[in-house]
């Protein structure tokens, strides 16, 4: 390697997709995408079934090859046009579904597998090493099957580290288990892969998993990236509506501009940028709405504030208690449409019950209206 190559790879991302394009029987399963993954950083590829998150992954671990674009690992190219390594020749560790634990072969072994090629002694000592990372110290004579499927995925980790890939790829990797097995698992395994300061790429479809474990979340629709930023960034700053209806059920209202200004049932809204007679949505998450029970003649309204604008007014349609919070539907005076409220603690008004509600301001999305039509249920994402 040339010390302009060396001088490269430090400054390059671990992981770079590059314009990667590819489809089955003429269709597109994966468009242009671009992404990096720096070392020590977890990004997550995110999106409904059939985006081409897997497939993006499969790129990048070798098992499929792109149509065009680019795959590089440390500043070099491991998958262009002029050549394609394997997975085994790209140092890349694989947690896939469909990757478990050789059940013929001991804890020990299956960890063993990716060490194949160096001396007995040096394995061993590997082996227990990474046993021990993981917290399963003394479980190598064991078989897959005497584990549970926590122990199981800790394997499955271990022997995805032992070689010391530059790059980690994970898919689904905790799909297999149940609630609250996945979150120890998922938690643990999050500090381990940050205690190596490996890359990782990990898909998911559950906007939860990826806001837990990522560092940066790569939005995915239709084979494209949406959006990439840090979790907060993609949930408080969507791209468009369906970005935020990813994180959360939605309350769209409606609004036409004149003026540069949005009336609403709720205030007017500035939008400036948007043309005359145009439909608006506006957009707020049930937990960026406010709402006070309307406690009738002598009862006081809420103010109207800058933060909040103007209250309005309606019934409640049904409450329920989830646990962590409660859900209120409430059905609107002005034009009968039912918007959903959460607060985080219980409250179960009757049915019937009158409240006011304000919008947050700095925390709803305004964007133009969906192909111009009115959305019937806003908060049934599409
Ligand atoms: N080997 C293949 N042959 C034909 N079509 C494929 C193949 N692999 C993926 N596809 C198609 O490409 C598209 C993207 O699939 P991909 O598995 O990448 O999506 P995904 O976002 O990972 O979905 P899921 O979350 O359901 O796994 C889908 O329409 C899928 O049917």
Redesign the pocket.
Known sequence: MSAAQAAANDTAPRLALEAVSRA??G?A??REVSLTVEAGEVVCLL????????????IAAGV?RQDAGRVLIDGQPVSDDRGHAPPEGRSVGLMFQDYALFPHLTVAENVAFGLRGRRARDRQAVVADYLLRVGLKGYGEKYPHQLSGGEQQRVALARALAPRPRVMLM??PFSGLDTRLRDEVREETLSILKREGTAVLM?T?EPDEAMRMADRIAL?RE?RIVQVGAPYHVYNYPVDRKAAAFFSDLNIIHGVVRDRQTDTPFGLFLTPKMRDQADVEIIARPQHIKIVEDAGEGGTRPLVTPADGMPAHGRVLRARFTGAQSLIEVTMDHDGSVLKVTVPYAWLPEPGTPVWLSLRRDRCFLFPCVNQRVVETPWAAE
Do not use: I
Request: proline letters at 4%.
């Open positions: 089955f029987d269709t399963a994966v999106g409904p079934s059939g985006c081409g998150k897997s497939t993006s992954l499969r499929e898919d689904e898909v479809h995915m084979g």
